[in-house]
């Protein structure tokens, strides 16, 4: 294996989260699940956004959180994914290069703005999201920059980007040159939506042997293996990819590599303000001691640190010094 450029290069939806303070009696009267995700049009997205209160906007997508992570922990970052030439589009742009991490892939005009998610917050902490995914759903696979991919050790893909068909075509494109340049290729399951309606596709991915990092939730893992179980659900996945890593919020994470296996507790927390991004944190810190070669135990361990502090504060990117708190675990 050639010497890498980058450490983990992540792709997914160029999406700017509009945050928002809300309550419950808000989400009843729009109709709204709390703590569940949801895809809307440019209309709906209009109207939500005049009923909202005062907001907030930071450059967000599940992806583009983890490459920001991966480059607060110190490690070279890249993220692939499409804005348009507009207002929002330059301010994602400055916003994540401006975390240290590499953006090169071109604005392209296809009609349609830059993606963006209203992310109202409850006092308990629960993120409801209505997204618009604007011109993220356009990634094309000739937008990818395949000596990029190629130079870097982890390839990491959402499962949010596998929904529309464009974006779908440049991951298969991209994991078949990662796989040629012989790195390794991440991928996060995203939300039980995305399985609910891709189940066979992600399979198929698992199946054929693709995805060597796979991360799930709790109830990801579930939906995936289609039993209402944590462990039988983890027996049924982990022969399959290479590691297998489940979140269990409070309850902490485990991951699995062939015979091994390790499990560690969640950081503690002094309250919880925000849960945006906890999941995108989680790996990567994750991915950090996996391109360091910290093994499964010391990997967890900096997920649970990334993901304890963001959701300390708004937003779904770190404002405390992560390198400062992981400390011993990258020292």
């Known amino acids: 294996m050639t010497d890498c450029r980058l450490d983990v290069l992540c792709i997914g939806n160029a999406i700017v989260d509009v945050i928002s303070d809300t309550t419950d009696a808000f989400l009843d009267a729009e109709g ?16 939500l956004y005049s009923h909202m209160g005062p907001a907030r906007e930071i450059s967000g997508g599940s992806a583009a959180n983890t ?13 692939i994914g499409q804005v348009a030439p507009d207002q929002l589009g330059g301010f994602y742009r400055h916003d994540l290069t ?31 999201m209505n997204t618009f995914l604007g011109a993220a759903q356009n990634l094309p696979p000739t937008a990818l920059d395949e000596d990029q991919i190629g130079s870097a050790a982890i390839l990491y893909l959402e499962g949010y980007l ?28 995203s939300d039980t939506f995305c399985i609910d309606r891709h189940r ?28 209402p179980h944590l462990e039988t ?5 982990r022969n399959k990819v290479g590691t297998l890593v489940v979140t269990r919020s409070e309850h902490g994470a485990l991951a ?21 991004g906890a999941g995108d ?30 959701i300390g504060h708004y937003g779904a990117r770190p404002e405390a010094d992560l390198k400062a708190l992981a400390g011993a675990v990258l020292a």
């Open 233 to 237: 659900a983890v027996a049924a996945v």
């Open 281 to 310: 944190l989680f790996a990567a810190g994750f991915l950090t001691g996996e391109a360091r070669g910290l093994g499964l135990e010391q990997s967890l361990k900096l997920g649970a640190i990334a993901a304890a502090e963001v």
């Open 67 to 79: 490459a920001a992570g991966v480059a607060a922990l110190g490690s070279r970052a890249g993220f």
């Open 256 to 276: 699995i590599r062939g015979s091994e296996r390790a499990d560690v507790p969640s950081e503690p927390v002094e309250k919880v303000v925000d849960t945006t």
């Open 162 to 189: 596998w929904d529309p068909e464009v974006p779908r075509n440049a991951m298969v494109r991209a994991i078949e040159v990662a796989r040629a340049s012989g790195r390794k290729v991440a991928f996060t399951l």
């Open 200 to 227: 066979d596709g992600f399979n198929a991915l698992i199946d054929e042997g693709k995805i060597d990092i796979l991360f799930a939730n709790e109830a990801e893992i579930q939906a995936l293996a289609m039993v």
């Open 98 to 128: 401006s975390a240290g991490v590499e953006f090169t892939t071109p604005a392209t005009d296809f009609g349609v703005p830059t993606a963006r998610s209203m992310v109202l917050v409850t006092p308990d902490g629960h993120r409801t």
């Open 32 to 47: 709204l699940t709390k703590g569940s995700m949801r895809l809307i049009d440019a209309e709906e997205a209009e109207r």
